[in-house]
């Protein structure tokens, strides 16, 4: 039997909040009583992201500038998913929103926690097959982006050449070639 590792929170403040983080500085007790304080925890908005692969077999893929690392990437489409909404209907619109696209074959890959240390938000992932292109795209208010359509061969030349940078999106992009069947493992 594995011991309880779980700590026990023993005060909490807000040091920082607005519309996209909020800062929270707690005091914790380890299980053998010591105590960490402050323990800063960033709480963020949860998101969804979404594998989208059309009939003819591309990856379409967002490409924008991250200013935090100052670099332009590629990534999955998605972005917050909105109080009260499902996760699954946040990264279909996602993909409407940010790429055009559509699907009625979309299915969950999995959820992760981007940074279980300091962040308390999660993260899901989802796979839409035969995708289509179809509404208009709708940026939200400081997006720029541009949409990429890769072939197999193409994407996973990117990956092999370290091209997509965001790290909590890999694992997902490698569970959805699994599913796609475009791995040999």
């Not at 009583?33 to 998101?47: A, H, K, Q, T």
């Not at 962040?119 to 982006?145: M, Q």
């Not at 990956?159 to 490698?174: A, D, S």
Request: charged share 25%.
């Amino acid at each position: 039997m594995m011991r309880d590792l779980r700590w026990e929170k023993l005060s909490s403040r807000t040091v920082y909040s607005d519309r996209w983080l909020s800062l929270r500085a707690d005091s914790c007790k380890f299980p053998d009583g010591r105590v960490i304080e402050p323990y800063y925890i960033v709480e963020l908005p949860n998101w969804a992201n979404i594998v989208v692969v059309t009939a003819d077999e591309k990856i379409v893929l967002v490409r924008q500038y991250r200013y935090p690392v100052d670099q332009t990437t590629f990534e999955l489409p998605g972005g917050v998913i909105d109080k009260g909404e499902d996760p699954m209907q946040a990264a279909i619109r996602e993909m409407q929103e940010e790429t055009g696209y559509h699907s009625s074959e979309v299915e969950f890959l999995c959820k992760l926690a981007p940074n279980p240390a300091i962040n308390d938000n999660t993260a899901y992932f989802y796979l839409a097959k035969n995708a289509v292109p179809g509404e208009k795209k709708n940026f939200d208010a400081f997006e720029d982006i541009d949409v990429m359509l890769f072939s197999k061969t193409e994407f996973l030349q990117l990956l092999r050449e370290n091209k997509i940078q965001h790290g909590v999106q890999l694992g997902p992009i490698y569970e959805a070639l699994i599913k796609l069947n475009w791995l040999r493992i």
